[in-house]
């Protein structure tokens, strides 16, 4: 089946830790994106990447960093700088082509909490 | 800069008890909106998408339609199964979407 996968479902952090999100695609899209959801507030975004080796920053990109070496693949690292992580992290991937807004289709998100 | 705002932020029916969702946004440019459909712990599920004013779309008791400041969302006939919270979202440029906060819908039987 094609999809989003993002693992893991929950993560914990610890205070002064990295954390990495995984997000890997099999749509073949050329975009990809990372959300933060936070209870009351619509989705944020932190950083999207429209080509492989390429990637820009959102709304909200600071204590986080992103990498985009294969097509497939959007990993997303919490870094100790982001001093409030604990959210739902959503991944999202969209095909590029057309003139028309395309669709951004999301992976099942990950939780992550700070111990 | 693109806002979004949803009314109301939760809604509570009765089974068979129509209702609409309201979604208000600002953008210069707008080249589509979008509605999804998120469940508790779960990633957004893609409803509709709607480009220009006097749109419609129709999916089971879901129909959206699209004005040029606002979209509506209307729940036809509700069921317990429709509960969920709907987010509006609004693409203005290549890359970006704009959510709203959502509207939580719970149905009861």
């Known amino acids: 089946d094609g999809g989003i996968t993002q693992s893991p479902k929950y993560l914990f952090r610890k205070e002064g830790q990295n954390v990495t999100l995984s997000c890997e695609q099999n749509l073949n899209h050329d975009a990809m994106y990372w959300y933060r959801q936070d209870p009351g507030q619509g989705l944020r975004l932190i950083y999207y990447s429209q080509i492989v080796n390429d990637f820009q920053k959102g709304d909200i990109a600071e204590g986080y960093s992103v990498s985009r070496e294969k097509k497939e693949s959007f990993p997303l690292t919490v870094t100790s700088a982001q001093k409030n992580p604990t959210a739902f992290y959503l991944c999202?991937?969209?095909?590029?082509?057309?003139?028309?807004?395309?669709?951004?289709?999301f992976g099942a998100g990950t939780r992550l909490s700070v111990l | 800069e693109d806002q979004v705002t949803q009314s109301p932020e939760a809604l509570r029916l009765q089974e068979g008890e129509s209702s609409s969702l309201n979604c208000s946004y600002t953008v210069s440019g707008l080249r589509g909106l979008f509605w999804y459909r998120q469940d508790p712990g779960k990633g957004p599920e893609f409803l509709f998408t709607l480009y220009s004013a006097g749109e419609e779309k129709e999916k089971e008791r879901l129909k959206a339609t699209l004005t040029k400041k606002e979209s509506f969302l209307h729940i036809t006939a509700p069921k317990p199964e429709d509960s969920a919270t709907y987010l509006c979202a609004v693409q203005a440029n290549d890359y970006k979407l704009s959510f709203g906060a959502g509207t939580t819908v719970t149905v009861r039987a």
């Open positions: 999202a991937s969209k095909t590029v082509t057309g003139g028309r807004g395309n669709i951004q289709y």
